[in-house]
């Protein structure tokens, strides 16, 4: 029954299938599996003479007298008098006019006086207390469906175009009523009891039509708990999976490569980044193949351990890429790389979407007959044609930027091949849990000798553009960010390239101000980026797309323009750019917060440099969808789970997981072969994660 499609429900047919085909819904498990996104709590409103907290408003009551009336040039007006027992306010309906039917047709049948009704909208205050009510929906006392609707939690559903939150809530009640008693139950009886979750059933009523917030939570409880369950169970089982196979090839260091490469550095490693090193090459010389995650903050030097790790590819006969999400940063890596390689028999290239054709064609006819070994690239590296013979690492920086499947696009490259993903947003443990569980964790916690750490404060523009003339004075450099790049957007964001040419003829004239934005050709991109790395533009005026790749040790103040709209994650990214030099450096944020969230993010800059506290805070803020992207998020089949604040439950399902799978490493008991089926539908089929074929 599950199965079947929705199209054969009372009022759906084919037109609106095809609308909810739209948002994935096609069955009635579909259906089922359409969660609320919110809940109101639509039960009377209390006092009329008062506010409400959310601005709703519910009343009941009978309509005393109504009609229609012109309101403007186009609009019309159905106003009702109401009187709810204790009180009479106004009811108002607001339509277009039409010159071929009568708009307010229906309603002069429903809200004739004397019709009893309920009534849902926001309320406009008068002298003493709400006297106008702007109605969202009504319905009739005699309707057996007013129910569903009123007097109650309701549920709020994501829409699309041509559906209704009224005609979803009917759906998912008829779909309840025909299959909810029998819905599959994937957890075993005994898991239930242990955690005390409600059955499938009576969570799915839960979830869509609470009786009260107590269940609504237990509902919520049950479905969160069911996907983070999932979720382990696949990461366990692909670690499992990656350890039981062996790789075929094998790491000595031989240090012909590595030996020439630490003297080229110039500097000493941190003990944090020698004791990375080391755990990079362990996996390395293991014969499964490696997954680990290497988290460290901005400037906190990871570059340095993934070409370690590349060069012992190298030196041991392999070929390596490094993947970044922008061309300026795989241009940043190729440079840093080429500097660290000077002398060093090993041959690298660039390969980014503005490579010229000819060009492109050659380096990638190199790369398939094994004359490259190292290629730094962007997701061009992705694309079929790019292929390795020897490819034995892979490197992914900035890995939120980049999806599961990409992930696994990489590795289809070359079979068995050992990855390093890499993120200067640190990730909270819990997040980290649930996102990579089939990784290994290195964590950079120590920052190189001689860095300055930016002062961070909030400021006027005018003390922020004295501090860029001040670093100009004295031979420095500074950037100043935009959150746009040009105007057109809300009228209070300032755009870069509006701002360049204001800038340059007024507060720093004189200065050699530079412009780049994303909508640059590469090659632009590059040649701007060249100019100010060599010190020929005192001031680079910018978008985020210099939040990553970008280091300039004689760039020392950072302006970062409407500063209360980037996210926390960007902001520490963008103070990131300066103090890699080891003269003092100053992050201006500029912008007035306007509201509690953009202040509690200003105010967190300015309290920590800490990479580590700022991730965790921005997964308060953010949620975890945007947090980690939410391509990404979405490729998890989390629907109810909520990561931030679901940490214990995935304690819990961890645990689980892991008892479930110790005592039944195929989960073939015929207990928990739902939960099998489940598990295959959601992440073998999705990316060949695990294999319980």
């Given at each position: 029954m599950a199965e079947e499609s929705i199209q054969f429900l009372k009022g759906v047919g084919p037109g609106r299938a095809e609308i909810f085909a739209r948002v994935g819904v096609r069955t009635l498990d579909d259906l089922l599996g359409y969660y609320p996104r919110d809940w109101q709590d639509r039960r009377p409103t209390a006092d009329l003479s008062l506010p409400t907290a959310t601005g709703l408003v519910v009343v009941r009551g009978k309509v005393v007298k109504s009609g229609a009336f012109p309101a403007g040039a186009s609009l019309s007006l159905f106003r009702a008098q109401i009187a709810t027992g204790t009180e009479t306010l106004t009811a108002l309906w607001f339509k277009h006019r039409s010159r071929r039917f009568?708009?307010?047709?229906?309603?002069?049948?429903?809200?004739?006086?004397?019709?009893?009704?309920?009534?849902?909208?926001?309320?406009?205050?008068?002298?003493?207390?709400?006297?106008?009510?702007?109605?969202?929906?009504?319905?009739?006392?005699?309707?057996?469906?007013?129910?569903?609707?009123?007097d109650r939690l309701v549920p709020i559903y994501p829409l699309t175009e041509g559906l209704s939150q009224r005609f979803v809530r009917e759906l998912v009640h008829q779909a309840l009523l025909k299959a909810a008693a029998g819905a599959a139950e994937i957890l075993p009886r005994a898991l239930r009891d242990k955690r005390q979750l409600l059955s499938a059933g009576?969570?799915?009523?839960?979830?869509?039509?609470?009786?009260?917030?107590?269940?609504?939570?237990?509902?919520?409880?049950?479905?969160?708990?069911?996907e983070l369950l999932l979720l382990e169970l696949a990461w366990i089982l692909k670690r499992r999976q990656t350890r039981s196979v062996s790789k075929g090839h094998r790491y000595e260091i031989k240090r012909t490569l590595l030996s020439p490469f630490r003297e080229n550095l110039g500097f000493e490693l941190t003990g944090a980044q020698k004791r990375v090193i080391n755990e990079v090459f362990s996996d390395l010389q293991k014969p499964y193949p490696m997954t680990r995650l290497l988290q460290g903050d901005v400037g906190s030097g990871k570059t340095v351990v993934a070409l370690a790790a590349l060069l012992l590819a190298v030196e041991n006969g392999g070929q390596g890429v490094l993947m970044?999400?922008?061309?300026?940063?795989?241009?940043?890596?190729?440079?840093?790389?080429?500097?660290a390689l000077k002398g060093l028999p090993v041959r690298a290239a660039v390969l980014t979407s503005r490579v010229p054709a000819r060009e492109r064609k050659s380096l990638v006819a190199a790369a398939a007959a094994g004359e490259l070994d190292v290629v730094v690239g962007t997701h061009a590296l992705l694309e079929g044609d790019v292929t390795f013979p020897?490819?034995?690492?892979?490197?992914i920086d900035e890995q939120h930027r980049f999806g599961v499947r990409?992930?696994?696009?990489?590795?289809?490259?070359?079979?068995?091949?050992?990855?390093?993903?890499?993120?200067a947003t640190p990730i909270p443990r819990t997040l980290a849990l649930a996102l990579y569980g089939e990784l290994d964790t290195s964590t950079i916690d120590e920052m190189p000798p001689g860095k300055a750490r930016a002062r961070?404060?909030?400021?006027?523009?005018?003390?922020?553009?004295?501090?860029?003339?001040?670093?100009?004075?004295?031979?420095?450099?500074?950037?100043?960010?935009?959150?746009?790049?040009?105007?057109?957007?809300?009228a209070d964001l300032q755009s870069a390239k509006v701002e360049h040419a204001r800038l340059s003829e007024t507060e720093?004239?004189?200065?050699?101000?530079?412009?780049?934005?994303?909508?640059?050709?590469?090659?632009?991109?590059?040649?701007?980026?060249?100019?100010?790395?060599?010190?020929?533009?005192?001031?680079?005026v910018a978008t985020q797309v210099i939040e990553v790749g970008i280091d300039v040790p004689n760039a020392t103040v950072m302006v970062i323009q409407n500063a209360d709209r980037f996210g926390l994650a960007s902001l520490h990214q963008l103070r990131g750019r300066i103090g890699r030099g080891s003269a003092e450096a100053e992050c201006y944020l500029v912008g007035e917060a306007r509201s509690p969230q953009a202040r509690q993010r200003l105010d967190i800059m300015t309290a920590t440099h800490d990479g580590f506290r700022i991730g965790e805070e921005d997964l308060k803020l953010r949620g975890p969808g945007e947090f980690v992207g939410t391509a990404q998020h979405g490729e998890l089949s989390l629907r109810v789970a909520d990561l931030a604040r679901d940490a214990a439950l995935l304690a819990q399902a961890r645990q689980d997981a892991e008892e479930l799978l110790a005592?039944?490493?195929?989960l073939q008991a015929p207990e928990l072969r739902a939960l099998r089926g489940r598990l295959v539908s959601l992440y073998q089929r999705q990316w060949n994660w695990i294999d319980l074929a």
């Amino acid at each position: 029954m599950a199965e079947e499609s929705i199209q054969f429900l009372k009022g759906v047919g084919p037109g609106r299938a095809e609308i909810f085909a739209r948002v994935g819904v096609r069955t009635l498990d579909d259906l089922l599996g359409y969660y609320p996104r919110d809940w109101q709590d639509r039960r009377p409103t209390a006092d009329l003479s008062l506010p409400t907290a959310t601005g709703l408003v519910v009343v009941r009551g009978k309509v005393v007298k109504s009609g229609a009336f012109p309101a403007g040039a186009s609009l019309s007006l159905f106003r009702a008098q109401i009187a709810t027992g204790t009180e009479t306010l106004t009811a108002l309906w607001f339509k277009h006019r039409s010159r071929r039917f009568d708009v307010f047709a229906q309603l002069k049948r429903d809200v004739s006086p004397g019709a009893d009704l309920w009534l849902v909208g926001r309320g406009e205050a008068g002298i003493s207390g709400i006297s106008e009510l702007h109605v969202d929906e009504y319905y009739r006392l005699d309707d057996p469906r007013a129910p569903l609707h009123v007097d109650r939690l309701v549920p709020i559903y994501p829409l699309t175009e041509g559906l209704s939150q009224r005609f979803v809530r009917e759906l998912v009640h008829q779909a309840l009523l025909k299959a909810a008693a029998g819905a599959a139950e994937i957890l075993p009886r005994a898991l239930r009891d242990k955690r005390q979750l409600l059955s499938a059933g009576q969570a799915l009523k839960g979830i869509h039509f609470p009786g009260s917030q107590a269940e609504l939570s237990e509902a919520r409880n049950r479905l969160a708990y069911e996907e983070l369950l999932l979720l382990e169970l696949a990461w366990i089982l692909k670690r499992r999976q990656t350890r039981s196979v062996s790789k075929g090839h094998r790491y000595e260091i031989k240090r012909t490569l590595l030996s020439p490469f630490r003297e080229n550095l110039g500097f000493e490693l941190t003990g944090a980044q020698k004791r990375v090193i080391n755990e990079v090459f362990s996996d390395l010389q293991k014969p499964y193949p490696m997954t680990r995650l290497l988290q460290g903050d901005v400037g906190s030097g990871k570059t340095v351990v993934a070409l370690a790790a590349l060069l012992l590819a190298v030196e041991n006969g392999g070929q390596g890429v490094l993947m970044a999400p922008t061309e300026i940063l795989a241009e940043q890596h190729f440079q840093t790389l080429s500097r660290a390689l000077k002398g060093l028999p090993v041959r690298a290239a660039v390969l980014t979407s503005r490579v010229p054709a000819r060009e492109r064609k050659s380096l990638v006819a190199a790369a398939a007959a094994g004359e490259l070994d190292v290629v730094v690239g962007t997701h061009a590296l992705l694309e079929g044609d790019v292929t390795f013979p020897r490819l034995r690492l892979a490197v992914i920086d900035e890995q939120h930027r980049f999806g599961v499947r990409q992930r696994a696009t990489l590795r289809q490259k070359s079979e068995l091949l050992d990855l390093l993903i890499m993120t200067a947003t640190p990730i909270p443990r819990t997040l980290a849990l649930a996102l990579y569980g089939e990784l290994d964790t290195s964590t950079i916690d120590e920052m190189p000798p001689g860095k300055a750490r930016a002062r961070t404060l909030q400021a006027a523009e005018a003390q922020a553009l004295d501090a860029v003339r001040r670093a100009a004075g004295l031979g420095r450099q500074a950037f100043i960010v935009y959150p746009v790049i040009e105007e057109g957007g809300p009228a209070d964001l300032q755009s870069a390239k509006v701002e360049h040419a204001r800038l340059s003829e007024t507060e720093l004239r004189g200065l050699r101000v530079g412009l780049i934005h994303g909508a640059l050709p590469g090659r632009q991109k590059a040649a701007v980026m060249s100019q100010f790395a060599q010190g020929r533009l005192d001031v680079l005026v910018a978008t985020q797309v210099i939040e990553v790749g970008i280091d300039v040790p004689n760039a020392t103040v950072m302006v970062i323009q409407n500063a209360d709209r980037f996210g926390l994650a960007s902001l520490h990214q963008l103070r990131g750019r300066i103090g890699r030099g080891s003269a003092e450096a100053e992050c201006y944020l500029v912008g007035e917060a306007r509201s509690p969230q953009a202040r509690q993010r200003l105010d967190i800059m300015t309290a920590t440099h800490d990479g580590f506290r700022i991730g965790e805070e921005d997964l308060k803020l953010r949620g975890p969808g945007e947090f980690v992207g939410t391509a990404q998020h979405g490729e998890l089949s989390l629907r109810v789970a909520d990561l931030a604040r679901d940490a214990a439950l995935l304690a819990q399902a961890r645990q689980d997981a892991e008892e479930l799978l110790a005592g039944d490493a195929r989960l073939q008991a015929p207990e928990l072969r739902a939960l099998r089926g489940r598990l295959v539908s959601l992440y073998q089929r999705q990316w060949n994660w695990i294999d319980l074929a």
